[in-house]
């Protein structure tokens, strides 16, 4: 009855486990695309000059295609962070 117990409670907690890690990685890779660095928190900064009335965007996060699988595969992305240096990797489809 213990060993039952005990596997139990284990299997809980590796799936909740998991389905934390899943969501986690979706927040991250959510925020990348918004163009937002999850773990300093920068973001894109804005410049208007008032002389030409044109609006400037820097972009805090660059994206680089390191792979490309076809028509219907999976790309994968890296995702750098130019003000503290984070450096991801994502397979988007």
């Not at 969501?23 to 990348?32: G, P």
């Not at 130019?82 to 397979?91: F, N, R, W």
Request: one cysteine or more.
């Amino acid at each position: 009855m213990q060993t039952i117990l005990f596997l139990l409670i284990l299997f809980l907690i590796v799936s909740f486990s998991i389905l934390l890690y899943f969501k986690t990685k979706t927040s991250r890779l959510q925020k990348l695309n918004s163009g937002q660095c999850p773990s300093c928190n920068e973001k894109a900064k804005e410049f208007f000059d008032t002389k030409t009335n044109t609006k400037f965007k820097y972009e805090i996060i660059t994206t680089r295609l390191l792979k490309d699988h076809g028509c219907s595969g999976i790309k994968e992305i890296e995702y750098v962070c130019k003000s503290c240096g984070l450096k991801e990797v994502h397979s988007i489809n």
